[in-house]
């Protein structure tokens, strides 16, 4: 008979569990002498952990893990092989139950690796009570000089069949680590929401088309926060977090462990409200990543990521919000500098086209070198030409929680590059990757170039390349001066490709 190791092992998955699946994402330990451990709610998996800039021997990797509340004795071990080695302290922080789902708290529980070089796979294992539950392996980021492969999609996570898809497509691509663009779980950004629906697919013990893949456990996650990750409404239909509503609000910031080097006290943090012990309990479980961790940025390679809050409680002209990014851009080295936020400035679609408030940016993102703009929200794929953008005013940008946000202005755009035989982008390429899994927008607008422009721009036809009708995700590679990014459908076909290189006098040596 085959074994589960063997099987998984087989199957694709990169990870062993001893974990058993009992339906609606909950999983079981074995039952072995001593108390028994918590119903898991979610697997063991991965997250970059708080570092930002790239420093030998000062990586780290945070090793998560849900479960309902009950005691507990979990450990966790690594080392450079299977054979470990070391062991590292686990933290646990109590999650209040949701109103939704099986009305059961939960122990959010890290151990965070730290001390770690640079591009160097490490292996760890999750035990409870003394029994291996999970055994896995994850790679740190890679240096300067190093070509590195990276996937991106947003608008993912609703239960749905294409979720799957694009997680198996992802998985099959062999990324070093996923870059999400935002509303990373539907509806509302919930616990209840992510066992349902994100960990099962993202974390799946195997790698099918319809199943989903063994991403988590082994490939870290960055993503930004969205609209669906904060989807109550205040008594003016604004965007807030109600905890009376939904008492597990704002997963994004109790199940993520990304970079905190983003404004400390931001002017607009993501806004709650409700019953106060809730709220309180909300906090306490977040930490320090609570409101901060809605903006950050990294490094990876020779790709430097910058990460911003877009969400319309926000106001982009906010003084603290752009001299950080000014900052930040300012002071990295790296070849390439990609902004990630999920509201597209530039956008063609009907859905969003007047949520334009990210485009009063555009001046200060051209003026540091910004190559690329990765959004979401608009469930399609849009690629524009470089774009230099002026903006007339302010416009509509800082009416916050407003539907409209339009921001009218000037468009250069460089026709002359074509991503194949004119690599060298003069203006900013903007890519809205939103067709991650939920239904898709406008779907007719496939290859009709004709619907791909808007009066209100004065029909500038900024966008070149538009794919509707169907899900994909966005697989970048980045060699040194040569960056490529392909599209890639639910059925694994490319359906764009484009090229762009970096003068040769813009690169400094990363041999040295
Ligand atoms: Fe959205």
């Known amino acids: 008979m085959i074994s589960r190791r063997t099987f998984l092992r087989s199957a694709g998955g ?27 709610t979610a697997l063991p998996y991965i997250q970059p952990g708080s570092e930002s800039v790239l420093s030998a021997g000062l990586e780290s990797m945070v090793v998560a893990w849900q479960t309902h509340a009950g005691p507990a004795g979990f450990s966790v071990d690594f080392g450079s092989s299977a054979r470990y080695g070391r062991s590292v302290v686990c933290s646990h922080a109590e999650r209040t139950a949701g109103r939704g789902g099986d009305g059961e708290a939960r122990i959010n529980w890290t151990a965070t690796i730290e001390g770690l070089q640079l591009g160097q796979k490490y292996y ?7 029994t291996t539950l999970a055994e896995g392996y994850f790679t740190t980021r890679q240096p300067r000089g190093r070509r590195i492969r990276f996937v991106s999609f947003g608008d993912n996570s609703y239960g749905d069949i294409s979720d799957r898809a694009i997680a198996f497509q992802t998985y099959r691509q062999n990324p ?26 993202y974390n799946a013990d195997v790698a099918a088309l319809r199943v989903g893949a063994p991403l988590l456990r082994s490939v870290p996650f960055y993503t930004v926060i969205a609209n669906h990750d904060v989807q109550d409404k205040d008594a003016r239909g604004h965007e807030i977090a109600d905890f009376t509503r939904n008492p597990d609000a704002l997963g994004y910031y109790t199940a993520m462990h990304l970079p905190l ?19 309180a309990a909300f906090r306490s479980c977040a930490g320090s ?9 990294f490094d990876y390679g020779d790709v430097h990521f910058l990460c911003v ?91 916050i929680g407003a539907p409209d946000r339009r921001v009218p202005g000037t468009f250069t755009i460089d026709r002359t590059f074509d991503g194949m035989s004119n690599t060298r982008a003069d203006g900013v390429l903007y890519i809205v990757t939103g067709a991650g899994g939920k239904h898709l927008y406008d779907p007719g607008f496939t290859d009709r170039p004709e619907r791909w422009t808007h009066a209100d721009d004065n029909h500038v036809d900024y966008v070149v390349k538009m794919v509707t009708d169907r899900h994909s995700l966005s697989v970048f590679e980045v060699d040194g001066g040569r960056l490529t990014m392909k599209q890639i459908d639910e059925a694994g076909r490319e359906i764009d490709r484009m090229t762009v290189t970096k003068s ?8 040295a």
């Open 14 to 40: 990169v990870t062993v569990l001893a974990l058993r699946p009992l339906g609606r994402g909950l999983f079981a330990a074995p039952v072995v002498d001593g108390p028994s451990l918590p119903l898991f």
């Open 124 to 130: 760890y294992r999750v035990r409870g009570n003394g």
């Open 176 to 201: 070093d680590f996923v870059m999400n663009c935002g509303d990373n779980v539907y509806e509302s950004g919930t616990d209840d929401e992510y066992q349902r629906y994100f960990f099962p697919v």
């Open 261 to 279: 080097n983003g404004p400390e006290a931001p002017a607009y943090p993501t806004p709650t409200m409700g019953a106060a012990e809730r709220v």
């Open 289 to 297: 990543r609570f409101p901060r961790m809605a903006n950050y940025s």
């Open 309 to 399: 809050d877009s969400n319309r409680y926000g106001d982009p002209n906010d003084a603290t919000l752009q001299g950080w990014i000014a900052a930040d851009l300012s002071r990295t080295d790296a070849i390439w500098k990609l902004v990630v936020f999920h509201h597209p400035p530039f956008n063609v679609g009907n859905e969003h086209y007047v949520v334009q408030h990210m485009r009063v940016l555009a001046p200060l993102l051209e003026a540091h070198g910004v190559d690329i703009v990765l959004s979401g929200h608009e469930h399609n794929y849009q690629r524009a030409r470089p774009i230099r953008f002026m903006p007339a005013g302010p416009g509509k940008s800082a009416d």
């Open 504 to 511: 040769p006098r813009l690169i400094r040596n990363t041999t």
